[in-house]
C-alpha cells in the first residue's frame, strides 16, 4: 500500500512538473513576440534616428528628421501593437481570409472578391498626390521593418495567434492602406439592405404600412414610394417573404465585414464657437460609433509633423489621424447616412444569359475568373462579373434572392467603387491644415465613405459633409429607395454633384453645431442626401443639454458625451403604459400581476437614465422589444426578422395612431379585434417571464449591466474554449441603443440569446478645446496593445468603461518625460 502511494505520489508529482514546464513553455513562445518600448533597432529606410516615445499607457509619440521618417516611426509602433489586426483587415479586403480560416469564411471571401475593393485600391496609388504617395511609402518601410525584424530575430512570429494560424506575413504595400480605407467604408454602408427591405415590405405590406416601419425623410414625400411589385411583375409573394440571407458569413460571424442596416455606423459630434465657450476657446467632442472588438480597431498616436503636430485617433495599416487635434485644428466625423448605394437589377438576355440589356442594347459583362484559396479544403473558382452599373453580386447575400425577378442579377454602384480614390490624399491635407477653410478646401479630394466632418480652429466652427454625392435624374422611378431597372437611363447615376452641393454650416449664430447621425437639413429630391437617417431621438437629448447653458466647458462636453438617459423611453413609457399604469387593486405576491404591476411602478418613477446598476432599464428594453415583435409579426411572417431591434418611430406612430398606424395592434389571425393596450399588456408579461428566467424572481435585484456588457470580444479566439478567457474584454455598461453614451445592443430575432449585450459604440471619445489645447483628451475602449498577455490589452478599457480620459501632450520633452520607454529607429548601413 505505502508503495502505491509513493508511486501515486511521483506520478502526481510528475504531471504537475510537467504541467508547469509546458505553461512555461508556451509563455515563453507567446512573449516573444511582446515588443521591448525601451529599444534601439538598427533598421533601413530612414534618413536619421527616429524616436517613439511611449507615455505610461503606451501611446506612442513619434519623432522624426523628416515627415517621412515620422511616417515611418507610425508603421513600425502600428505593426508593433497590431500586426494581426492589421493582416486580418488586409485579408479581409484581399478575400484572402479563407487560406487562414478554411471554408467558414468561403462566403465573405467571395463577397469582397466581386466588389473587387482591392484592386480599385491598387489602381487608386497612382492618383495620390505627392505628399501622400511618400507617407504611404514611408509607412509601408515601417511595418516591413518590423515584419523583418520579427523574422531576423525570431520575436514570436509578431503575434502569438500566428502560431495558431500558420502563414506568412507578407510585407506591407501601400495600396494595403487605401484598401482598408474602402474596407471601412464596408462597415459603414447600409442603403442597399434598406433598398431590399423597403421593396420586400412595400410589396408585402403595401407604401402606406411600409412608411410606418422606415418613416424615413417626411420632408421628402416618402408616402409616395414607387411601386416595386409593378416595376418587376415577376416577382411572387413567396419569394418576397423568403426569410433574409446574412450579408457575409453568418449571425454573428467576427471576421465579417458587412454590418446589417442597424450596425452600419453612427456617431457623436457637436462645436461649441468662442462665444459659447467658459473661457473663449473653441470645443469639439467627439465619439465615431463601430463595432466592439478586442483589440479595438482605433489605436491613439501623436505624429511630429513639420506642419505641426498632430494627435487623435488612428486604424492600424492607415498612416493617418483620423480623428484628433493639431496645434491649429481640430476634427470629428460622425456617419453621414448619404445614399451613395444604388441596386439595379439587370435583365438578362434570354439568348445569351452572358449578355444584360442596356440602354442601347443587349451588352456583354466584364468577366473575370477568381480561384479562392481554402485551408484545408478544395479551392473555390468564382466568375466575376460586372455591369456598366457596377459589379454583380449573387442572390445569397443580402436578401437579395427576394427582390431579383427571374431572368436578372443585380448589380450596385456605389461611391467606394472607385478606382481615382484621393480619401487619403484628402485625409493627409486634413493633417496639415491651419484653419478650418484650408480643411474644407482639402477634403474636396474625399470619396467614401461618406462623413459629416465637424471642425474648429481657434475661432471659428463648422460642418462639412465629405463623400461623392450621386446625381440622380429627378424622374428617377424609384429615387434611390429600392432596386431599379438597370436599363432605365432615368434610373441610372449621372456622375456626382460638385462638392459644393455637399451640406456645408459655417459659424452658426447659435454658436453651436452638433450631429449625432440625424437628418441635418431640409432639401428635394435629388439633393436630399439621403431618406434614411440614423437618429431622431438622440439629437432631441443633445438639443436638451445644449440649451441648459449659455455657455459651455470640456467637462459639460464630456457629461453630454457620457450622458446615459434614453429620450426614446421617455418619450414611449407614457404613450405604451397610458391605461396601465396604477390599474386595478393590488394584486396577490407571486401573481404574474403582481410582478407586472411592480414594474409599472418602477417604471412610473423611473426618469429615463441607462444606469448599469438599476433594473428599469431593462425591464424597459425587454418589453418594447417584445412588443414590436407582437405588433409586426402576424404581417411580416418569416420577414420578422428584418428588424432585429426596436424602433421607437414605429412604436409612436403605432401607439399615437399616426396615419392608422394603430391597425399593427391588431392580430390578423384571430377573430377577436385586439387593442394597442391588450398587447402592451401581454408583451409586458412575456417580457417578465423571460426575464424572471434568466435573472430570477426579485426584480428589484436586476442589474442593466449584467445584460447589457460590452463585448471586446476576440474576432477570432473569442469563441475558443479557456482562450476566450484571456482574450475577451467583458464590462458592465450604462447606456442603450438611444443615449447620447451610446451601447447598441446585439437585437436579433425572438429567441435570441443575449440580446443586450453592447456590441456597437464609441471605440473612441475625444474632447478637443483651442484655448487650452494641452486640455485635451482621449480615450479608446481595450488598449493600445494587440497582444492578450500585454498589461496594455485593456488598461485603457478599464479608464472609458468608467467614463475617464488620459490627456496627449503636444509638448516633445513632456511626451519624452516618463512613460514606459523610447524606441529609437537608427539608420542601418
Known amino acids: 500500500m505505502l508503495t502505491l502511494f509513493r508511486w501515486l505520489l511521483r506520478i502526481a508529482t510528475a504531471l504537475v512538473v510537467l504541467s508547469v514546464v509546458v505553461v512555461v513553455g508556451v509563455y515563453y513562445f507567446l512573449s516573444r513576440s511582446l515588443p521591448d518600448y525601451d529599444a534601439t533597432w538598427q533598421v533601413r529606410g530612414v534618413s536619421g534616428t527616429v524616436e517613439i516615445a511611449r507615455n505610461t499607457w503606451a501611446v506612442p509619440h513619434v519623432f522624426g528628421p523628416t515627415d517621412a521618417d515620422v511616417f515611418f516611426g507610425l508603421g513600425f509602433a502600428h505593426a508593433q501593437d497590431r500586426l494581426w489586426q492589421m493582416t486580418i483587415l488586409r485579408r479581409t479586403v484581399q478575400g484572402r481570409l479563407s487560406e ?223 480623428v484628433g487635434r493639431s496645434e491649429a485644428l481640430g476634427w470629428g466625423l460622425t456617419t453621414a447616412y448619404l445614399d451613395d448605394q444604388d441596386l439595379f437589377l439587370e435583365e438578362l438576355n434570354p439568348e445569351n444569359p452572358q449578355e444584360y440589356r442596356t440602354p442601347d442594347g443587349w451588352t456583354a459583362f466584364e468577366t473575370r475568373r477568381s480561384i479562392i484559396t481554402v485551408a484545408d479544403s478544395d479551392p473555390v473558382t468564382i466568375t466575376l462579373r460586372w455591369s456598366e452599373n457596377g459589379p454583380i453580386l449573387p442572390g445569397t447575400h443580402y436578401s437579395l434572392a427576394a427582390v431579383t425577378p427571374p431572368g436578372h442579377v443585380a448589380a450596385l454602384s456605389w461611391t467606394a467603387l472607385a478606382g481615382d480614390d484621393t480619401s487619403l490624399s484628402a485625409a493627409i491635407g486634413l493633417m496639415r491644415a491651419q484653419n478650418v477653410d484650408e480643411a474644407i478646401a482639402t477634403m474636396e479630394r474625399y470619396v467614401a465613405p461618406a462623413q459629416n466632418l465637424t471642425l474648429i480652429d481657434r475661432e471659428h466652427i463648422a460642418m462639412q459633409m465629405i463623400g461623392r454625392m450621386p446625381r440622380r435624374d429627378a424622374a428617377s422611378p424609384t429615387r434611390g429607395m429600392m432596386p431599379a431597372p438597370g436599363a432605365d437611363p432615368a434610373a441610372r447615376w449621372d456622375g456626382f454633384f460638385p462638392y459644393e452641393s455637399n451640406p456645408r454650416f459655417v459659424d452658426p449664430e447659435t454658436g453651436l453645431l452638433g450631429n449625432t447621425n440625424n437628418k441635418p437639413l431640409d432639401r428635394p429630391f435629388p439633393l436630399h442626401v439621403s431618406f434614411n437617417w440614423g437618429d431622431t431621438v438622440r439629437i432631441q437629448r443633445w438639443v436638451r443639454l445644449m440649451r441648459q447653458r449659455s455657455v459651455h466647458t470640456r467637462e459639460s462636453f464630456i457629461e453630454a458625451q457620457l450622458d446615459t438617459v434614453s429620450q426614446a423611453a421617455r418619450l414611449l413609457l407614457p404613450l405604451v403604459g397610458a391605461e396601465l399604469w396604477f390599474q386595478g387593486e393590488p394584486a396577490q405576491p407571486g401573481t404574474s400581476e403582481s410582478q407586472r404591476q411592480l414594474a409599472l411602478q418602477l417604471l412610473a418613477d423611473w426618469n429615463g437614465e441607462m444606469s448599469e446598476h438599476l433594473p428599469e432599464p431593462l425591464i424597459y428594453a425587454a418589453w418594447m422589444r417584445e412588443l414590436q415583435f407582437r405588433l409586426i409579426r402576424d404581417e411580416l411572417g418569416p420577414s420578422v426578422d428584418m428588424f432585429t431591434h426596436m424602433e421607437p418611430e414605429f412604436l409612436e406612430r403605432v401607439f399615437r395612431n399616426t396615419d392608422g398606424a394603430g391597425v399593427w395592434c391588431d392580430v390578423v389571425q384571430s377573430a377577436v379585434v385586439e387593442t394597442c393596450v391588450d398587447i402592451a399588456r401581454t408583451a409586458m408579461d412575456a417580457a417578465l417571464l423571460d426575464l424572471t428566467r434568466t435573472y430570477g424572481p426579485a426584480i428589484e435585484s436586476w442589474r442593466w449591466g449584467d445584460a447589457h456588457q460590452a463585448t471586446h470580444d476576440h474576432p477570432v479566439l473569442g469563441d475558443v474554449p479557456i482562450l476566450r478567457h484571456f482574450v475577451n474584454i467583458r464590462q458592465s455598461t450604462s447606456g442603450g441603443d438611444h443615449t447620447l453614451m451610446r451601447g447598441r445592443t446585439a437585437g436579433g430575432p425572438p429567441g435570441t440569446r443575449e440580446p443586450f449585450l453592447n456590441v456597437h459604440g464609441a471605440g473612441y471619445r475625444g474632447v478637443y478645446d483651442m484655448a487650452d489645447p494641452e486640455a485635451s483628451v482621449f480615450i479608446i475602449s481595450t488598449g493600445e496593445s494587440g497582444h492578450p498577455l500585454s498589461r496594455h490589452y485593456d488598461d485603457l478599457g478599464v479608464l472609458w468603461r468608467r467614463g475617464e480620459y488620459i490627456p496627449m501632450t503636444l509638448d516633445p520633452d513632456l511626451a519624452r518625460a516618463g512613460g514606459v520607454g523610447i524606441t529609437r529607429l537608427e539608420p542601418r548601413q
Open 100 to 322: 487562414v480560416f478554411g471554408e467558414r469564411t468561403v462566403r465573405t471571401d467571395e463577397l469582397m472578391r466581386r466588389l473587387d475593393l482591392y484592386t480599385l485600391a491598387q489602381e487608386s496609388v497612382a492618383v495620390q498626390d505627392n505628399d501622400t504617395l511618400n507617407a504611404l511609402d514611408a509607412y509601408a518601410r515601417g511595418v516591413n521593418a518590423w515584419i523583418n525584424l520579427v523574422n531576423e530575430r525570431a520575436l514570436g512570429r509578431g503575434a502569438p495567434e500566428y502560431f495558431l494560424f500558420p502563414g506568412e506575413i507578407g510585407l506591407w504595400q501601400p495600396a494595403d492602406s487605401i484598401a482598408i480605407v474602402k474596407l471601412m467604408a464596408v462597415q459603414l454602408s447600409g442603403h442597399l439592405e434598406n433598398e431590399v427591405r423597403r421593396a420586400r415590405l412595400s410589396a408585402l405590406i403595401g407604401e402606406e404600412r411600409t412608411v410606418d416601419l422606415m418613416p424615413g425623410d417626411p420632408s421628402a414625400g416618402m408616402a409616395a414610394l414607387p411601386d416595386f411589385a409593378s416595376l418587376f411583375p415577376g416577382l411572387t409573394d413567396t419569394q418576397l417573404a423568403m426569410a433574409p440571407s446574412v450579408p457575409g458569413e453568418a449571425p454573428g460571424e467576427a471576421l465579417s465585414p458587412f454590418n446589417s442596416i442597424e450596425m452600419a455606423g453612427a456617431s457623436n459630434a457637436w462645436a461649441a464657437g468662442v462665444l459659447r465657450s467658459a473661457n473663449g476657446g473653441t470645443l469639439l467632442a467627439n465619439d465615431p460609433h463601430l463595432p466592439f472588438a478586442a483589440p479595438s480597431i482605433w489605436y491613439l498616436a501623436r505624429l511630429d509633423l513639420t506642419s505641426g503636430a498632430v494627435t487623435g485617433g488612428t486604424i492600424p495599416g492607415i498612416p493617418v489621424v483620423l
